[in-house]
């Protein structure tokens, strides 16, 4: 009996209290409020925390490397903290011991600044997280300037991002009208803002310059130069830009404002324009959005349903329904606004056109085409709209129409030199 039940006392069991460490922490946290058993203070100006060397080395890399490796201060009772927030630190060393700190609009960017300097990469990462998730139009230049200083990329490139996608609204903010020179010239030259149409880049740049104009005035030739002039509209460089009191005064504006007037006036000379003048922004008022425009139900109806997909917000939406039913319809965007063109009824082909502004949800008619037609081939180049071939009931066309938005009317344009069939189904 006795032999048995050593041999049973021989075996292993493992004993083991799982929270245990949270525990000691708990306490530990406790012990240091009392102010009892800590071997370090460290020191900010006028302020002084006290902490154990063995939960800062634990918990902080910046007091681990300190600690551990024979530097001068693991044998200093009191240390400097050079550059930090008083508040951050205590924060910081608050959430040594507990793994817990609470991030506000307040104390966010003294944080990050300390748990960087501390290389506390959680909790910059939360900082960071923070201001991200609370970008607005009116804060996201400066969040931008402060991520770039702390080397955070991620949230760097959320806040550029945001900045090119509300650039119209970013354009009016105290923020914008604070920046630097060279920061606007690196901002208008950019390929991937989002706005309506070129337009509103200049307003941009001319209430920047105004904010200042003693100081700005004489910038304002650099700045038009990296505005796309040319992607302005005849009108508006007739009536705005050429009569604004800066541009008349300055005979290189003035040359600018005549060399976009040209490229409406004399195409021959477009190729001569270096390319960026003419190159279309990334962005325009619809663009990450997907409209679905008229087709056939499951019955083979036309519809004159209209639907808009956010690929944001992963969902579809309905918009205001065409006037008409429309199949085979021709789509193209110019100026934000979305034409709806031609198509088949369920009865007969289209000559009818319709124009859709989301900003109002509603559509308008507009000119007719000369010709009825559905599934046809539908471009915009250079401001005008391009129809070309479809079916007309009877036969595939070979003519192309033009329309231009500014004088709504089509005009009837060139024939392709064979013919052209039927281009989509």
Same mark, same amino acid.
């Given at each position: ?23 000691? /922490? ?59 927030? &008083? ?55 400066? #969040?931008?300037?402060? $991520? ?10 959320? $806040? ?19 920046? =630097? ?31 200042? +104009? ?26 705005? #830009? ?14 600018? #404002?005549?060399? $976009? ?9 477009? &190729? ?38 956010? &690929? ?15 199949? =085979? ?9 979305? /034409? ?25 008619? #507009? ?5 009825? +037609? ?11 709209? /391009? ?15 033009? /329309?231009? &938005? ?20």
């Amino acid at each position: 009996m006795g032999d048995v039940l050593c041999e049973e006392l021989e075996d292993l069991v493992h004993f083991s209290v799982h929270d245990l460490p949270a525990r000691g /922490y708990v306490v530990m946290e406790e012990i240091r409020r009392q102010g009892k058993l800590c071997d370090v203070t460290l020191k900010v100006g006028d302020h002084k925390f006290s902490a154990h060397r063995i939960i800062l080395a634990a918990s902080i890399p910046y007091f681990h490397a300190m600690f551990t490796n024979d530097m001068v201060e693991c044998k200093q009772d009191e240390i400097l903290m050079q550059g930090m927030d &008083p508040s951050a630190l205590e924060a910081l060393i608050n959430f040594a011991y507990s793994g817990h700190v609470a991030i506000d609009q307040q104390n966010v960017q003294s944080l990050l600044i300390g748990s960087s300097f501390l290389q506390l990469q959680n909790v910059k990462d939360a900082c960071c997280s923070f201001l991200q998730e609370r970008l607005h139009p009116k804060n996201c230049l400066g #969040v931008r300037q402060f $991520a770039e200083t702390m080397m955070c990329t991620t949230l760097y490139d959320s $806040a550029n991002s945001f900045l090119h996608q509300h650039f119209v609204e970013v354009s009016v903010s105290e923020e914008f009208l604070g920046l =630097r020179t060279e920061e606007v010239l690196e901002l208008v030259g950019c390929d991937e803002l989002n706005i309506k149409a070129e337009e509103q880049v200049f307003e941009a740049v001319l209430a920047w310059v105004h904010h200042d +104009r003693d100081q700005r005035e004489s910038l304002l030739p650099e700045l038009l130069s990296k505005i796309r002039l040319p992607l302005c509209r005849p009108q508006f460089l007739s009536d705005r #830009v050429q009569q604004d009191e800066l541009v008349r005064c300055c005979h290189k504006c003035r040359d600018l #404002v005549d060399e $976009a007037k040209d490229f409406h006036l004399m195409p021959e000379r477009r &190729p001569h324009l270096p390319s960026f003048k003419t190159r279309q922004r990334c962005c325009t008022s619809i663009t990450g959005l997907i409209y679905a425009v008229g087709g056939l139900n499951s019955s083979g109806d036309s519809l004159n349903v209209v639907e808009v997909f956010d &690929p944001i917000g992963n969902f579809w939406e309905r918009c205001q329904p065409m006037r008409t039913a429309r199949s =085979r319809v021709g789509v193209a965007v110019i100026n934000g606004l979305l /034409y709806a063109i031609g198509g088949y009824d369920g009865q007969s082909r289209l000559s009818t056109v319709e124009v859709y502004n989301p900003e109002t949800d509603s559509w308008t008619r #507009v000119s007719s085409m000369n010709s009825q +037609r559905s599934a046809m081939g539908t471009v915009v180049i250079d401001g005008h709209i /391009y129809v070309c071939g479809g079916y007309d009931g009877k036969s595939s066309l070979n003519s192309v129409e033009c /329309y231009s &938005p500014e004088t709504d009317s089509q005009g009837l344009a060139v024939s392709f030199i064979q013919l052209l069939a039927s281009s989509s189904c």
